[in-house]
C-alpha cells in the first residue's frame, strides 16, 4: 500500500525513493509485524482464554503423551491468529499489492488459515473432538492445491520447469504433471509444518529459519544481477516475495516471545497449515521447490516419520517409533522438551546455511 501510495510521488519528494528498495519494505515489514505481535499478544492470549478457547489435553489413547504434557491442558490456542492477522496487514502495508506473486501467496495463506481456523473450532467446540474429518480436511487442501496449479499451469509468463541445485543444466519439464507437483507441495507443506507443531516454539523456531531464508532465495531469485551471477532463473518482480517472508519472520519472532517454552499461546492449526502452505508457495513460484526440502528438513522429517509410523503399523502392526511425530518419540525416551526444541532449531539453522551454500555449489 505504501509503495503504491508514495514511490509514485518520488520524482516530487525526493525522500520517497526509498520506498522502491525490497530491502527496505522487507526490513519495515519485518518490524511491523514484529511489533503487532508484541503489542496485541497479551490481549489476544487474554481474550482467547476469556473465550475458552484452551488446550484439550486427550489422555485415551495418549497415556505416555499426556504424563509429559498434561501441564498444558488449558493453554490457549488459536494463537496463530496473530500471526496470520499481522502478516497480511504487514504485506498489504509494505508490497506491492498488484504484484501477482504477492496476491497467490496471500490467497495461499489466507485460504489455508481459514481451513485451519474450522478444524479448530470444532475441535474446541466439542472437547473430545478431534476437529475435521481427516478425508475433509485432506480434501480440502486438495481443492486448494488444485486451483493454485491450475492458476499457475494457465499462466503464460509462469515455467513448469523444475530446476535440481548442485548443477548447472539439470532442468526438467513437468509439463502438465506440474499440476499434481504443485498439489503436492502445497499439501505437503502445510501438513508438514502441522505435524511439526506439537512442543512449545518448535515449529514457529524452524518457520523463521526456513522464511528467513526463503526471503533471501526470492531477492536473490528477482534481481537479475544476482541471478545472473548465482545461474539460478531469473524471474522478474518475484523479488517482492522478499517482503512477504520478511513478515512472516517478524511474525513468528513477535509470536515466539510468547510460546516459547513454557508456552502462553498454541499456534493451533490456523498458523500451521497457513504457514506450511505460504511457504510451498513461494518455494513453487521462485522455482525452488527442491531446496524447500532441504531448508525445510525439520518440517520434512517429522512428516516422514508419520508416514512412517502409520506404514509399519498397518503392515506390521508394530510402531517404528515410540509415538510420531519425530519429538513425541525423545519425549517418551525421557529427553527434555526445551532440548529437544533447541536441538531441532540448530539443525533447522545449519540446514538454511547449507541451502544457501548451495547457490554456489555447481
Known amino acids: 500500500m505504501f509503495y ?3 514511490y509514485y510521488l518520488k520524482d516530487n519528494i525526493f525522500v520517497l525513493n526509498i520506498f522502491k528498495y525490497i ?11 514484529f511489533f503487532i505481535s508484541i503489542l496485541l499478544g497479551n490481549y489476544i492470549i487474554d481474550r482467547l482464554r476469556k473465550l475458552k478457547i484452551q488446550e484439550n489435553i486427550r489422555k485415551e489413547g495418549f497415556a505416555k503423551l499426556y504424563d509429559v504434557q498434561h501441564y498444558k491442558q488449558g493453554t490457549p490456542t488459536m494463537g496463530g491468529l496473530l500471526i496470520v492477522i499481522s502478516v497480511i496487514f504487514s504485506t498489504l502495508l509494505w508490497a506491492n499489492i498488484f504484484n501477482k506473486y504477492i496476491i497467490l501467496t496471500l490467497l495461499t495463506f489466507l485460504a489455508l488459515a ?8 470444532l475441535k474446541l467446540k466439542e472437547q473430545n473432538s478431534k476437529g475435521l474429518n481427516i478425508s475433509t480436511k485432506f480434501v480440502s487442501q486438495l481443492v486448494i492445491g488444485l486451483l493454485l496449479a491450475i492458476v499457475l499451469f494457465l499462466d503464460k509468463e509462469f515455467s ?7 548443477f548447472k543444466n539439470l532442468v526438467i519439464d513437468l509439463g502438465i504433471l506440474y499440476i499434481p507437483f504443485v498439489i503436492l507441495v502445497i499439501c505437503g507443506a502445510s501438513n508438514a ?3 511439526t507443531d506439537g512442543l512449545d516454539g518448535l515449529a514457529v523456531g524452524c518457520t523463521i ?3 528467513l531464508t526463503f526471503s533471501l532465495l526470492s531477492y536473490v531469485t528477482g534481481h537479475a544481477k544476482f541471478s545472473q551471477y548465482l545461474l539460478i532463473p531469473f524471474i522478474p518482480h518475484a523479488g517482492e516475495l522478499t517482503v512477504f517472508c520478511a513478515a512472516l519472520v517478524g511474525a513468528c519472532m513477535g509470536f515466539l516471545w510468547f510460546n516459547c517454552f513454557p508456552a502462553g499461546v498454541f499456534m493451533g492449526d490456523v498458523g500451521s497449515l497457513a504457514i506450511g502452505g505460504a511457504i510451498g508457495m513461494v518455494a513453487l513460484l521462485i522455482k525452488k521447490e527442491i531446496l524447500l526440502v532441504i531448508v525445510g528438513g525439520i518440517f520434512v522429517i517429522e512428516a516422514l516419520s508419520v508416514i512412517i509410523q502409520i506404514i509399519a503399523f498397518r503392515i506390521w502392526k508394530k510402531r517404528f517409533f515410540k509415538m510420531a511425530p519425530l519429538h513425541h518419540h ?31 555449489i555447481r
Open 160 to 166: 513448469t520447469k523444475l530446476y535440481f541445485p548442485f
Open 23 to 33: 530491502t527496505f519494505r522487507a526490513a519495515m515489514a519485518a518490524l511491523t509485524t
Open 209 to 211: 529459519m526456513t522464511a
Open 193 to 195: 509444518v502441522n505435524f
Open 330 to 360: 525423545f519425549q517418551i525416551l525421557g529427553l527434555p522438551e526445551s532440548k529437544i526444541i533447541v536441538r531441532f532449531w540448530i539443525i533447522s539453522a545449519i540446514l538454511a546455511i547449507f541451502t544457501l551454500i548451495t547457490l554456489k
Open 114 to 121: 481459514i481451513l485451519g481456523f474450522a478444524d479448530d473450532y
Open 4 to 6: 503504491s501510495l508514495f
